[in-house]
Nanobody, 124 residues
Framework: QVQLVESGGGSVQAGGSLRLSCAAS????????MAWFRQAPGKGREGVAA????????YYTDSVKGRFTISQDNAKNTLYLQMNSLKPEDTAMYYC?????????????????WGQGTQVTVSS
């Protein structure tokens, strides 16, 4: 079992920055991929960014490329999402997820473990 706890959400004005953190604990040895998803009210869960752990390959959805950066600190078992130039359309609950197997990174069903989420609100 893997436990994930997100932090770092909050309210900012458009153009501002936030850094989300996801602390992982438990049996993380076989974690193959970690990702950030978000879900706005009335919408489905959207893949924002992911990292393939063995090679540190990064993936981003088009709308955040150049603004968001995913990174990991293996010593701290922590995943980060640096979010710059935030826009009102980035407003959502952000979730950290972990997968044991390599698969299409955007599909929520490919992730076995989820955090409880952290809210990000961007005002115009």
């Amino acid at each position: 079992q893997v436990q994930l706890v997100e932090s770092g959400g909050g309210s900012v004005q458009a153009g501002g920055s936030l850094r989300l953190s996801c602390a992982a604990s438990g049996d993380t040895r076989n974690t193959n991929r970690m990702a950030w998803f978000r879900q706005a009210p009335g919408k489905g869960r959207e893949g924002v960014a992911a990292i393939y752990i063995p090679y540190e390959t990064e993936y981003y959805t088009d709308s955040v490329k150049g603004r968001f950066t995913i990174s990991q600190d293996n010593a701290k078992n922590t995943l980060y999402l640096q979010m710059n130039s935030l826009k009102p359309e980035d407003t959502a609950m952000y979730y950290c997820a972990a997968a044991m197997y390599a698969a299409f990174w955007r599909l929520p069903n490919n992730y076995q473990y989820w955090g409880q989420g952290t809210q990000v609100t961007v005002s115009s």
